[in-house]
């Protein structure tokens, strides 16, 4: 079956680096999403990646591995606004979106 | 600015009961959608449809139907209402491409519970 995994909630503190994973198994790959989710919101767009690499974009970097099937969004100079839950998502071999379940990211001051 | 619109943020309906959930985007998006959105679980696409009157059925489209008359309206349709289909309701639009890799936008959400 298809898979994707990310960690159900994790805690940083202001103003710190967070790197959220997201590991994936899937049949075929064509790109990998990454969305924000605030409590209540609708979920928007922070990424996509297709070729292995990291992509910089301000404050939020998202990083690709093929090979090893892992992905990581990269937050730095945290905010409390960054508070939210990030979803991964992968494109299969049928063009299909395949979503992970989410991860809570709570910030402290 | 972009957005794609949800008749109801919140509704209450009784099991049996038919519910219509509305979905307009003005974006002139080829591609709409509807997913369900439930505490730990992903997102779960229930249908989906590329051009106008056309739809496709996604991964669990037992209980619900859709309709899409005009390229900005994607209506869902739960014919009779049960408990299982307390959730929440995500619409969302994209441009086409050929690998679906386009940006998807996403309404706000509508809550439904069923009582």
């Known amino acids: 079956g298809q898979n994707i995994d990310q960690p159900t909630e994790m805690t940083a503190t202001e103003g710190a680096i967070v790197q959220i994973n997201c590991t994936y198994q899937?049949?075929?790959?064509?790109?990998l999403f990454w969305y924000q989710q605030h409590a209540g919101e609708a979920p928007t767009f922070l990424s996509y990646n297709v070729l292995d690499g990291l992509e910089e974009k301000g404050r939020f970097s998202s990083f690709l591995s093929r090979s090893k099937g892992y992905s990581y969004l990269l937050l730095k100079e945290l905010q409390m606004k960054d508070s939210a839950s990030y979803l991964c998502?992968?494109?299969?071999?049928?063009?299909?979106?395949?979503w992970g379940a989410g991860t809570k990211l709570i910030i402290k001051p | 600015d972009v957005k794609v619109t949800q008749s109801s943020r919140y509704l209450v309906k009784r099991t049996g009961e038919k519910v219509f959930l509305e979905c307009v985007q003005d974006m002139d998006h080829e591609n709409m959608f509807w997913y369900r959105q439930d505490p730990g679980l992903g997102l779960r696409l229930i249908y989906f449809?590329?051009?106008?009157?056309?739809?496709e059925k996604g991964d669990i489209p037992e209980g619900y139907s859709v309709s899409r008359e005009k390229k900005e309206r994607f209506s869902l349709i739960l014919e009779s209402a049960s408990t299982n289909q307390t959730s929440m309701y995500l619409c969302?639009?994209?441009?086409?491409?050929?690998?679906?890799?386009?940006?998807?936008?996403f309404g706000e959400g509508s809550r439904l519970t069923v009582l």
């Open positions: 969302a639009s994209s441009l086409w491409t050929q690998t679906n890799t386009g940006e998807l936008f």
């Open positions: 899937t049949s075929g790959f064509n790109g």
């Open positions: 449809s590329y051009d106008v009157k056309m739809k």
């Open positions: 998502a992968v494109v299969d071999s049928n063009y299909q979106l395949i």
